[in-house]
Each structure stands twice: as structure tokens, then as C-alpha cells.
């Protein structure tokens, strides 16, 4: 059965089996349900033996692996066995990947895959034979995958991305049974779906937060993969008090504010010195966020239940990369255990986000509780005094969106400018007849004639009038002065007696006499002898 005819009670079942895999890939886990059945549609299966290889390390990746039966081993090079993998030209020595195009098996007795049962016919691909022989020139054995399993999704993401492993099917298995989806169909069906921004777009924005300073592209690749875009309308909950945390948000747009509703009773002295107590209910404004800050941090904490302690609503239309709980144990909890560096800083920025909120909760709550009547709206200025984390910048005396932060301007100052080409007007002079006089002998300067004809050009703006009336004037002073044969002077903006000044009259012989008898007169009465 092609794939384009398969019914849709065998995309269900597909779809189904998919979900239910725990070692599934985050990519294919948080997208939406059609996208999943439409990419469930275009889905490719493969049969390969023992020791069969389904990709190399170093080949340009173009199909995503789902294992379904069996066990696979992945082998990683290191960079200096690569190199000398290359430079050898070792890859020539085995065939090519398992192609993925379609071909009904020659022998009808072949296996099939167990789960999902019988939806279509095995494509069976075999390489060579066996590779135990040459298995020393894989490198070394890092992992072995299980069904579930799911390797080379990154082709999908980055296209033209090189294989950074080699996995060929385990020798204690005698076959291994695959899903296989080619980057062409996974683009085809994520290009139907209206998403707003692109993977591109939202690892560009995960570069920008502070917590994520530390992380590679092709970690953050697989985290914005892993990630759910969401809209939230104005006075919409993303998360209501004492209910348990599902998503960790990183708001690209919009407003949000943690609210929280007080009761509390307040004793109230009456007549004839009695007390009555009275019950208050305020609903406080508690923390403002905005874009490029993150909602939900208490998920850092490893708790099994992670309950809200406010209300988080969207006061605006509100646009925010969603990281289901799941998927950030997995990322940045698991992660962390593993003692990987570049999460170390992430949970360690979270956990003090966590701190300054909690503390600067407290101090509103405990402010709506002395004074029920005052109701504060909280704004980006005033969280300047909260103590919390500036997500863009990493400093506490501000938040991320702040007039005040210096990320922006940097990000402004640092930013390619836009090359314009440049343009030179070059002035036509255009020459006018020369006078006749003939009764006039030759002009010394009649090297300047053709220049002092000159007509003034006109302006190169029309607003440049200053420049304008300049060259108007000179050439004006060069045709005054081509009338008689002279060349014309810089007009006087002084009057004469004012440029006037005494000049010393220059020293004659006498007057250098007259010095030299001086100096020797100072010589002879000079008390010290000269050695």
C-alpha cells in the first residue's frame, strides 16, 4: 500500500503507537495531533539485517529513524579518526545509506514489523552482509538504542546537517525494523501548519535570554524543536493558583501579570469597646512580566508535584514558547544530573529568579493585607525594586522589557549597518564668449580665462542656498575681474581701518649693533667667572 493511500484508521493506529513511545523523540511529542497524523501519512518503513549500517558519520542527513523492532549500536568517531576516515577515503569502502524509496519486497516471506501490525508492506534495504570485520573504523561504541528510539531528527531542522555518529543494526539481534521520514516530506506537512516564526526565529529569540547564555545552537536546536507555540488571549490564564504546573513559558510578546486573591480577617473595634472581626477579600497584582521573561520557574525544583502559588493572566495578547513539564525534566533536569555545563548555569539563574519572585510575593501580599484599600497596579518600574533577574541582561535592578536595560542598546549598537552606496555629482561648467577688446593687449593671465568665464553651477540641493549664493558670488568676482584683465581678490568683510595694525619696522645694521654692544656690557659686569 502506498503511503498517500493508507486510511485513516491506520493513522490512528499509527499515531496512537507513536504517543505511547517513552523514548520517542521531543520533536515529534509536542507537535500538534494533525501535524502528527499528516506527518503519520508520509511515514516510510524499512527492514534491515544484523549488522546492516542506516547511517554514517560524516554523510549529509536527509531521513529521520524511528526504531520500532530490534536493537541498533551508534559508534562515534573522534575528530582525529574522522579526519583520517576522510582523508583515506574509508567511506567508499561500504554502500550507500538504506534508500527510502518505496519497493515491495521480491520474497513475500520476509518479516514484518510487530507494532503498529500489518498497516504496510516492509520495504526491505540490506547493505552489506556483515560489518564486525570492519567495525573498528566506526569508532567507538557509545549507545544502544532501543524500540521507541528516534535518531537523525536534526536533518529535519537543519537541512544539509552532517551525521555525527554512525548506527548500524546490533549483532544480538538478527533484524531491525524502522519509521523512516525524509526531510522533503516533513517539510511539505509543517509548511501547512499557520504557526507564527520558525525554528529559526525562536532559537534566535532563545539566544537573546540570559539563562541560555551558555548553550550551543545545536542545543538550543533541539530545545526550540522541543517547544510548543501558544497564544493566549487578554484575561487569559496560563496558570491558576494551586493547580499543578504542565508548562514552563518564555513569553515572545504581550503583557502578563501574577495575581493573587487574599482573604484574611481584620479585627475592628466597636462601641462600648468590643472587637468584631471582619473578613477582607483583595485581589492583588503581584509581579509584572514581560517579553523575554519566563512564567512557571518553580519547575526547576525536583518535586513531584510543582503546585502554583498565584494566578498568572494574560492582560494582553500574549505570545510565548511553551516547554511542557515533561520535556524539561528531560532537557534541563536530567541534563543537569549528567553534569552538563551548560545547564548548570540555567537551573542556577532559574532557582534565583524562584528566590526574588517568592520573597517579593510575600512583601506585596503582606502590604495588601496592612492596607486592603490601596490597590497598586504593578508596572516594569516598579518591579525595579523586587530584586528580580533581568532576563535579557542578567543584572537585579531591573526586568527584562525595562527602559533601562542596556541589552537593546547594545544589541542596536553592535548590529550591521546597512552599506549604502554613494554617489558623486560631478559640476558641468559650461563657458561663456570672451569680450572683445581688441584694443587691449593680451592679458597676463590668459591661462585663467576659460576658468574665469565660468557661470556658477547650479546648487546640488535645492535647500542648499547657502552654497548656492557662494558660487553665485565667485563667479560674479571672476567676470568683474576678467573685464580688466586682473585676477579678483577676496572681498574685504572688515572695514580697512579696523584690519590696520602697526608693523615694527625691520631691524637695520645699526639696530643689530647697538644689541651686540649691550650684550657685551652684560658679559663684562657678569660676577662668575666662565670656565
Same mark, same amino acid.
Given at each position: 500500500m502506498d503511503p498517500c493511500d493508507r486510511r485513516d484508521t491506520d493513522i490512528a493506529h499509527l499515531y496512537s503507537w507513536l504517543m505511547s513511545q517513552e523514548n520517542l523523540s521531543p520533536l515529534f511529542?509536542?507537535?500538534p495531533e494533525k501535524m502528527g497524523k499528516n506527518i503519520c501519512r508520509e511515514l516510510e518503513f524499512l527492514h534491515l539485517r544484523s549488522n546492516d549500517v542506516v547511517v554514517h558519520q560524516g554523510d549529509v542527513g536527509s531521513t529521520c529513524f524511528i526504531l520500532i523492532s530490534g536493537l541498533v549500536a551508534v559508534f562515534v568517531r573522534s575528530p582525529d579518526e574522522q579526519e583520517r576516515f576522510t582523508r583515506l577515503g574509508l567511506r567508499k569502502c561500504y554502500p550507500p545509506d538504506p534508500s527510502t524509496s518505496l519497493q515491495h519486497l521480491a520474497d513475500p516471506s520476509a518479516s514484518k514489523p510487530t507494532p503498529p501490525p500489518s498497516i504496510d508492506p516492509i520495504v526491505q534495504r540490506t547493505g552489506s552482509q556483515n560489518f564486525r570485520a570492519a567495525a573498528m573504523s566506526f569508532g567507538s561504541k557509545v549507545a544502544s538504542l532501543k524500540p521507541?528510539?528516534?535518531?537523525?531528527?536534526?536533518?529535519l531542522i537543519e537541512p544539509d546537517s552532517r551525521r555525527t555518529a554512525t548506527v548500524l543494526v546490533d549483532g544480538a539481534c538478527s533484524s531491525a525494523n524502522f519509521i523512516v521520514l525524509t526531510s522533503s516530506s516533513y517539510t511539505k506537512m509543517t509548511a501547512?501548519?499557520?504557526?507564527e516564526g520558525t525554528i529559526s526565529d525562536h532559537i534566535a529569540f532563545l539566544h537573546q535570554l540570559?539563562?541560555?547564555?551558555?548553550?550551543?545552537?545545536?542545543? =538550543?536546536?533541539? =530545545?526550540?524543536?522541543?517547544m510548543r507555540y501558544m497564544v493566549f488571549s487578554p484575561q487569559q490564564f496560563l496558570q491558576r493558583k494551586n493547580a499543578d504546573i504542565e508548562y514552563f513559558y518564555m513569553i515572545l510578546s504581550g503583557e502578563v501579570r501574577e495575581v493573587s486573591s487574599i482573604v484574611f480577617q481584620q479585627v475592628n473595634h466597636v462601641g462600648g469597646g468590643t472587637k468584631k472581626l471582619t473578613e477582607h477579600k483583595v485581589t492583588a497584582e503581584l509581579t509584572y512580566i514581560g517579553k523575554y521573561d519566563v512564567v512557571c520557574e518553580g519547575l526547576v525544583y525536583p518535586r513531584? =508535584?510543582? =503546585?502554583?502559588?498565584?494566578?498568572?493572566?494574560?492582560?494582553?495578547t500574549v505570545c510565548a514558547l511553551a516547554l511542557s513539564k515533561k520535556l524539561f525534566q528531560l532537557s534541563i533536569l536530567s541534563a543537569a544530573q549528567l553534569h552538563q555545563k551548560h545547564v548548570a548555569h540555567t537551573l542556577r539563574v532559574l532557582e534565583q529568579v524562584s528566590d526574588a519572585r517568592q520573597k517579593w510575593r510575600e512583601a506585596r501580599i503582606n502590604q495588601a493585607t496592612a492596607y486592603p484599600d490601596l490597590l497598586i497596579k504593578i508596572t516594569s518600574k516598579m518591579m525595579r525594586l523586587s530584586g528580580n533577574l533581568c532576563m535579557q541582561c542578567g543584572r537585579c535592578t531591573h526586568i527584562a522589557g525595562d527602559s533601562v536595560c542596556l541589552f537593546d542598546a547594545f544589541l542596536k549598537a553592535h548590529e550591521p549597518k546597512p552599506v549604502e552606496r554613494q554617489y558623486f555629482h560631478h559640476l558641468c561648467k559650461d563657458k561663456t564668449d570672451e569680450p572683445e577688446d581688441s584694443g587691449r593687449s593680451p592679458s597676463p593671465h590668459n591661462h585663467h580665462d576659460h576658468v574665469m568665464m565660468v557661470a556658477a553651477a547650479p546648487a546640488l540641493a535645492a535647500d542648499d542656498t547657502r552654497l548656492s549664493a557662494h558660487r553665485q558670488l565667485l563667479a560674479e568676482q571672476w567676470t568683474e575681474a576678467a573685464k580688466h584683465g586682473i585676477s579678483p581678490r577676496r572681498p574685504a568683510t572688515t572695514d580697512s581701518t579696523t584690519t590696520m595694525t602697526t608693523r615694527?619696522?625691520?631691524?637695520?645694521?645699526?639696530?643689530?649693533?647697538?644689541i651686540a654692544a649691550d650684550i657685551e656690557a652684560v658679559r663684562t659686569s657678569w660676577p662668575y667667572a666662565s670656565h
Open positions: 511529542q509536542t507537535m521507541g528510539a528516534t535518531f537523525g531528527e536534526i536533518c501547512t501548519q499557520k504557526t540570559f539563562i541560555f547564555r551558555t548553550w550551543s545552537k545545536m542545543q =538550543l536546536m533541539r =530545545l526550540a524543536s522541543s513531584k =508535584l510543582h =503546585l502554583s502559588p498565584v494566578d498568572i493572566r494574560a492582560e494582553t615694527r619696522p625691520k631691524p637695520n645694521a645699526r639696530d643689530r649693533g647697538s
